[in-house]
């Protein structure tokens, strides 16, 4: 399997001269230079964020927790996060590609977003791609990184799905190329956000968690059991455990804070007016 390679500061076709050079050959280039881009069309009722809908509160929520890991990031080596729950249905895969996007939509902040439920994976279904090529395909040797990877365009996300089904994930897990792979995406992604398996119901997700520079756990409020999170902790043997998102607030009440924000600070002169007005009278 062909070791990855950061991308060069230079290539042929920013270098000066005066013969017009040739192509680079796919050898020549680097892996991010040979993905695919797609656009970026998530599937009705996503609830994925979007960069023209800023203002939207799951999109507040997300940048909070993006400033909340940046700065872990300058106090630790910290590039790559598995993201699992205790049980099914808690929002692990929304809070992955959710988290993901936030950090693509900064600049010069490449990101890679892997599904690794290999079990039950949706985040082809999310983005609406293809399921393989992906993840097993390239493990198993089929395909090369560049051929199981896409760009989404307008941002600095790139998405890996699933990949073909297979009978045993966690013996594909223990392959040699995982840790290699791990060990060598930080030189071309400064985030690499996977959605792996529930805690209690895989061993996967135990075993990434030792590959991973962090972990972050989802609960569900209403749903999730204290001993839920307690025999989750426990099982993760607390590797790397970052903290704790707790998904399934009560939109009405974050929607009303966020949407008094913005228009206290959206119409400015306006209320200075009335002010005016009313110091006048």
Known sequence: MPLLTARDTESPRNTASAVTAPDPSPADLSVLDQVEEISFSPAPESHLLRLDHPQETPSEEFRSLRTKLNHMQTLQNLHSLIVTSPSPAEGK???AVNLALAQA???????LLVDLDLRRPVMHNLFQ???SPGMTDYLLGKEP?????KKVAGTN????????????????????EV????????????WVIMDTPPILFSADSNLLSTLADGTILVIRIGETTIDSVTRAMQTLCENNVLGIVANGARAGELYYKYTYYYARHEEPEEEDEAVEDEEKD
């Not at 939509?105 to 990101?111: E, F, I, M, S």
């Not at 840790?179 to 400064?190: A, I, K, V």
């Open 93 to 95: 895969s929304f809070t």
């Open 145 to 149: 990184l560049h051929r199981v990877m």
């Open 157 to 176: 996300l790139y998405v890996i799905p699933a990949g073909s089904s297979v009978k045993n994930p966690l013996e594909l897990l223990n392959l040699r």
């Open 129 to 131: 791609l293809d399921r």
């Open 105 to 111: 939509h900064l600049a010069d902040n490449p990101t």
């Open 179 to 190: 840790r290699t792979l791990f060990s060598q995406l930080p030189s071309l992604f400064n």
